[in-house]
């Protein structure tokens, strides 16, 4: 059985900083691409970062500068380092992985870790 478990999140002032985990299990994910959306209270899940199995990297513009994925194959883990957070950045956090590209409809998601970041 697949599963993507999130950790991490928390309560944090703006201007600090939250590293999530996004453990996978069931099968190797070394060559899928994973990353991460988020929800907000009232607004839809969107997209923030992925990596692909060959280390390319992607961000929503909003998080360019300010967070960094990576990922360790060898632990099957996917990291979110999350730097100068803004309240704007609080929302549920979502680990995602798919053979391809992340999409709203991609095969594979974890329940979610809350991230709270207060002004």
């Known amino acids: 059985q697949v599963q993507l478990v999130e950790s991490g999140g928390g309560l944090v002032q703006a201007g600090g900083s939250l590293k999530l985990s996004c453990a996978a299990s069931g099968r190797t994910f070394g060559n899928f691409v994973m990353g991460w959306f988020r929800q907000a209270p009232g607004k839809e899940r969107e997209f923030v970062a992925a990596i692909y199995w060959n280390g390319v990297t992607s961000y929503t513009g909003s998080v360019k500068e300010r967070f960094t994925i990576s990922r360790d194959n060898t632990v099957n883990t996917v990291y979110l380092q999350m730097n100068s957070l803004k309240p704007e950045d609080t929302a549920v956090y979502y680990c995602?992985?798919?053979?391809?590209?992340?999409?709203?409809?991609?095969?594979?998601w974890g329940q979610g870790t809350q991230v709270t970041v207060s002004s």
């Open positions: 995602a992985a798919d053979e391809r590209v992340l999409t709203q409809r991609s095969r594979y």
